[in-house]
T-cell receptor, first 108, second 113 residues
Framework: KNEVEQSPQNLTAQEGEFITINCSYSVGISALHWLQQHPGGGIVSLFMLSSGKKKHGRLIATINIQEKHSSLHITASHPRDSAVYICAVSQGAQKLVFGQGTRLTINP | DGGITQSPKYLFRKEGQNVTLSCEQNLNHDAMYWYRQDPGQGLRLIYYSQIVNDFQKGDIAEGYSVSREKKESFPLTVTSAQKNPTAFYLC????????????FGQGTRLTVV
């Protein structure tokens, strides 16, 4: 079993829909990261959080430390949101452990 | 603008040859990392460096080598000993050895022909 599990692996939705991607982890962490990877391959950091909730534009990330679970929400989804979303956790000093990613496709 | 630059974006190598992937950052970050990404798998750590002239093996270091002679630069050499070198390679950096937000380069896709 992977230390970081994401669900779903693939998600297709219509423009405007509310999107939720889930991340569960089984190890102690110092922080959780949500990353976005576009088809070209480059990765952008969306959020880093260790408790509660963060919001940036149409993106919202939440984390429940007790349940070892985080969610990434996208409101009013748009085709440009189509990408792979990756959850990663920081363990102590320097190591990031990555989930396998969720491939999101938003159809117009 | 500050950021991480990886080059080249695409690289082809013949079997038996060593090849070096470049990673440069102008963010003044102490820590730098190399990851490998294969289809259907999460990123895996190859090597990381917390300070100049020091680096540590990650989970899949066999067949790879690195150097950290300058704070800004962390090149990765894929040697002929790496059995399955065809992959997407990502370089990242963070402000401090204790972690923090990670910044990623655009990646290098290496294909062995």
């Amino acid at each position: 079993k992977n230390e970081v599990e994401q669900s779903p692996q693939n998600l297709t939705a219509q423009e405007g829909e509310f999107i939720t991607i889930n991340c569960s982890y089984s190890v102690g962490i110092s922080a959780l990261h949500w990353l976005q990877q576009h088809p070209g391959g480059g990765i952008v950091s969306l959020f880093m959080l260790s408790s509660g909730k963060k919001k940036h534009g149409r993106l919202i990330a939440t984390i429940n430390i007790q349940e070892k679970h985080s969610s990434l929400h996208i409101t009013a989804s748009h085709p440009r949101d189509s990408a792979v979303y990756i959850c990663a956790v920081s363990q102590g000093a320097q190591k990031l452990v990555f989930g396998q990613g969720t491939r999101l496709t938003i159809n117009p | 603008d500050g950021g991480i630059t990886q080059s080249p974006k695409y690289l082809f190598r013949k079997e038996g040859q060593n090849v070096t992937l470049s990673c440069e950052q102008n963010l003044n970050h102490d820590a730098m990392y190399w990851y490998r990404q294969d289809p259907g798998q999460g990123l895996r750590l190859i090597y990381y460096s917390q300070i100049v002239n020091d680096f540590q093996k990650g989970d899949i270091a066999e067949g790879y080598s690195v150097s950290r002679e300058k704070k800004e630069s962390f090149p990765l050499t894929v040697t002929s000993a790496q059995k399955n070198p065809t992959a997407f390679y990502l370089c990242a950096s963070s402000r401090a050895p204790q972690g923090g937000e990670a910044f990623f380069g655009q990646g290098t896709r290496l294909t062995v022909v």
